[in-house]
């Protein structure tokens, strides 16, 4: 089956579709993305996506063309046209296309508008049952990460450098503290069972997943304490993992090719992985 994406108010098989070499989002990388995850056939979180989108699009002055409402049904088109059961929907929103390069841009841009579907497992992944393995790398990407752009060669040049490392991906390190991994963000679980995560600021995105987990943690009797930690720190941790919209949750075994904790997936990171699954299914909306 030929897979089919929106494009600009309009569904085409994706060798249809077709965006402006001029457009912004690629001569620039003037433009945002939001990915929703998917299980059994139903959206999770979609609210906290779209407003999420919402905050990108006014920190950069960009305009969102479609309502929550019209959004809502375009992802759902793209799940039945697909026939996707479990992965995500990716939709990315740039500036537009000004007809030729220029660094300034006109005032009356029609915004690009791109959605498309991507199958992937989430509930059976093996990284989540078997851990994931990190290696600390400098972050290097620009200081307005609470802003979820397209602007990703950093954290593609941290993967590529984890894996010719042997690793799965890296954690990323910045005035001697971890900020988040390459596309998720990072924690760990102190010998007390605290969960520790750095607070949400200029400096890490604002994980909708995270968001989520921190609710499942206090709900659960989980201490959870916002605050920067160092690699040392998480090298003695009983457990580290990480989350995002198409991980959930990730176990981290190693990290720098160190072991953490006994090596293998711990109880807190698990059981909130099992809970928020749990959750999703009863509440997902389509």
Known sequence: MTRIVYLNGRYLEEH??????????FLFADAVYEVTAVLNSKLIDFAGHFARLQRSCTELGLTLPVSEQQLRDIHQELLIRNQLHEG?????LTRGSAGDRDFCAPADLS??????????PLKDAPQASAGIHVV???DIRWHRRDIK???????????ELAHARGADDAWLVEDGFVTEGSSSNAYIVTADGTVVTRPLSNDILH???RQALMQLAADG???VEERAFTIAEALAAKEAFISSATTVVWPVVSIDGQTIGDGKPGPVSLR???RYLQLAEQSTQG
Do not use: E, M, N
Request: glycine share 8%; proline share 6%; with cysteine.
């Open 207 to 209: 994980g909708i997943t």
């Open 149 to 159: 752009t397209v602007q990703l060669l950093a954290p593609c040049l941290a993967k």
């Open 88 to 92: 995500g929907i990716y939709l990315q």
């Open 111 to 120: 915004p690009t508008l791109l959605l498309f579907t991507q199958a992937r």
């Open 136 to 138: 600390s790398l400098p």
């Open 16 to 25: 249809r579709a077709q965006v402006s070499v001029f457009d912004r989002g």
């Open 221 to 223: 009797g989980i201490k």
């Open 272 to 274: 909130l992985r099992q």
